[in-house]
């Protein structure tokens, strides 16, 4: 789990690196990565219905994902659910469309962030024998 964990942190960094060279549409969809990953990364670890899904299906796909963060917000609370609509968005229009300015991506650091907080104290949890 610290190997995934550390794979979105590096993501994360390279969000902001992508910012910082004025790379709206990349960052953009950096983020959505972070977020996709934390909400794999949780349902797995909650051995969600989706997790279960996607591992005999071999993957995810949206609407699983989807899925997975209503079901994940079920456990954590709403803000699962508000990041990742917050992630989709980055995805669809920061990504796909480019219709997202780089203000946009940046303001909507703090709402992925908090998913791998979550991750984090998920991790923390579950101690090191399961990290």
Request: with cysteine.
């Amino acid at each position: 789990m610290n190997q995934k964990l550390e794979r979105i942190e590096r993501t994360l960094e390279e969000a902001r690196k992508l910012v910082g060279k004025g790379d709206r549409v990349q960052a953009s969809e950096k983020l959505y990565k972070v977020a996709e990953s934390c909400i794999k990364l949780l349902a797995e670890l909650n051995e969600t219905p989706e997790y279960e899904k996607a591992r005999k299906e071999g993957g995810w796909w949206t609407k699983l994902l989807d899925r997975a963060a209503k079901t994940l917000a079920e456990i954590y609370g709403y803000g699962v659910s508000k990041s990742w609509t917050k992630a989709y968005e980055l995805h669809v229009k920061g990504f796909h469309e480019e219709a997202l300015e780089l203000e946009d991506v940046v303001n909507s650091f703090e709402e992925i962030e908090s998913l791998l907080r979550l991750v984090r104290l998920v991790l923390n949890k579950k101690g090191p024998k399961n990290a």
